[in-house]
């Protein structure tokens, strides 16, 4: 979702000149970008460029080095404690590798963060589970342990979880990493149910191009090699219209018929001639 000027959308999360990583060297530096409410906004980027770790930003898991992440419109990192817990009690979380504990059952796994974070008595809670657990398509009973579940279903008992306090934004790190097609296609459709419905903002991690392509409004591109974004847009305007060769072959690696644009200059991330602007090469 392209907001065009003149256009007035709330916005969710606003980043401004983010740097962040692990020691001297920024993982990513100069990473700007905006995320519209009730939009899903994707960051793509190869293994290793860092976008778990700008999530991490984003949900209070790493201090950026420098920059702003507005939540709300509230200056996150500049927040006092009480008020980060705060912000991130409104927000959920699906880790990339799913994180569900594995000695308790998936009703006592969707039932922790209401324990740690609200005064609801047992029965309440239990309810609460059941609805979430409903919400996400699994009727399998409470008691189940993880490992007793497929793959996607322990996804969607991960997503259960980060519903679990109603948040308005959720955070989705490579939620169909990992699926056969039919259940990474579901759970496509349950996120899809839950902006359409709930109106719910949606920061996804992805590599998997038909979810990219499938559900994202808009989006950023993160590159390893120069350490900064080298591209916004939605996957499909960036399939259609980048001319990066690094984004090119991203957004169409299962196409490898499709062959860069001729000419195509190196950091040239949202040129395109009016060829490839009109999707030319789909
Ligand atoms: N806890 C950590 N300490 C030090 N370096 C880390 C840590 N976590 C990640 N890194 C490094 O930071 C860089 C970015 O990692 P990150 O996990 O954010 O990448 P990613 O884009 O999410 O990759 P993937 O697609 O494989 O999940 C990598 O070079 C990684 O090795
Ligand atoms: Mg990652």
């Not at 059941?130 to 008691?143: C, F, N, P, T, Y």
């Not at 979880?161 to 790190?173: G, Q, S, T």
């Amino acid at each position: 979702m392209l907001l065009s000027p003149g256009t007035k959308k709330e916005l969710k999360i606003e980043a401004q000149g983010l740097a962040f990583g692990y020691g001297a060297a920024p993982v990513q530096h100069d990473v700007s970008f905006a995320v519209a409410a009730g939009s899903i906004f994707a960051i793509m980027g190869g293994s290793g460029c860092g976008k778990s770790t700008l999530m991490k930003t984003m949900i209070g898991l790493l201090r950026p080095s420098a920059g702003t992440v507005q939540i709300r419109g509230e200056d996150y990192w500049a927040a006092t404690d009480e008020r980060r817990d705060e912000i991130g009690r409104r927000s959920g979380v699906l880790f990339q590798a799913g994180a569900l504990w594995s000695s308790m059952s998936i009703a006592d796994n969707v039932a922790l963060p209401m324990r740690m974070f609200t005064d609801l008595d047992d029965a309440a809670i239990d309810r609460l589970v059941r609805i979430k657990l409903d919400l996400v398509g699994l009727d399998a009973d409470g008691s189940v342990m993880p490992s007793d579940l497929s793959g996607g279903m322990r996804k969607r008992v991960g997503l259960a979880r980060a519903l679990a306090l109603d948040p308005d934004i959720i955070f989705l790190d490579e939620p169909s990493a990992g699926l056969d097609p039919i259940s990474a296609r579901r759970l496509d459709d349950l996120i899809l149910d839950l902006r359409d419905g709930f109106g719910t903002t949606v920061v996804m991690v992805s590599h998997e191009l038909p979810s990219l392509f499938a559900i994202c409004d808009d989006g950023i591109f993160l590159d390893a090699d120069t350490h900064t974004p080298i591209a916004h847009g939605s996957p499909s305007e960036l399939r259609e219209k980048c001319r990066d060769p690094t984004v090119h072959a991203f957004m169409n690696r299962e196409n490898p018929a499709t062959d860069a644009p001729p000419g195509n200059p190196p950091g040239d991330p949202n040129g395109g001639s009016p060829k490839a602007r009109d999707g030319a090469r789909r």
